[in-house]
């Protein structure tokens, strides 16, 4: 081999390693993005678990309520048990980082405003104060999350 032929080797070796090197330093910084990423979906994934069995521990004890005669409990029977089972999906598919977490977690917020609307309205109960609660948890965890996924959305 030539001297100008080896130097033309060596020259796309040292290239191959330095453009490697510098592929690898990107994909350091991006790993921490991509796991705060990550952490977005699995954060909000809890929220809407928490929130999907308080509400269901709350529609069991508005059921009670109903039967003991108290038929202003009817409402808010049906808005947790709806609450319970969108948040049991939204916890679903953001904990899997679904393509549909936007759409989900929308529905997710704004059914968890109005579960805690209603059950605030009874928030002398405990059980019912703990529901409200938890619900604006869980809709600010969707909205955070909504703010999170926007851009990333935006971008596609």
């Keep these: 081999m030539s001297r100008l032929s080896l130097a033309a080797v060596l020259g796309f070796a040292a290239?191959?390693?330095?453009?490697?090197?510098?592929?690898r330093a990107q994909e350091s910084k991006a790993q921490p993005k991509a796991?705060?990423?990550?952490?977005?979906?699995?954060?909000?994934?809890?929220?809407c678990d928490d929130c999907a069995r308080l509400?269901?521990?709350?529609?069991?004890h508005c059921?009670?309520?109903?039967?003991?005669g108290k038929k202003e409990h009817l409402e808010t029977v049906r808005t947790c048990q709806d609450c319970a089972t969108v948040c049991a999906a939204a916890s679903a598919i953001t904990?899997?980082?679904?393509?549909?977490?936007d759409a989900i977690c929308q529905a997710c917020a704004d059914v968890c405003?109005?579960?805690g609307d209603a059950c605030e309205k009874h928030a002398a109960?405990?059980?019912?104060?703990?529901c409200a609660d938890e619900c604006r948890k869980c809709e600010k965890a969707c909205r955070d999350?909504?703010?999170?996924?926007?851009?990333?959305?935006?971008?596609?």
């Design 15 to 23: 290239a191959g390693l330095v453009s490697l090197g510098t592929g």
């Design 35 to 47: 796991h705060e990423h990550a952490q977005h979906f699995q954060d909000c994934a809890k929220a």
């Design 55 to 60: 509400c269901e521990a709350c529609g069991a």
């Design 63 to 68: 059921t009670r309520l109903v039967a003991d």
């Design 95 to 101: 904990a899997r980082s679904g393509p549909y977490s």
């Design 113 to 115: 405003k109005r579960c």
């Design 125 to 130: 109960d405990p059980m019912m104060k703990r």
């Design 145 to 156: 999350m909504l703010a999170h996924t926007r851009p990333q959305a935006a971008s596609r």
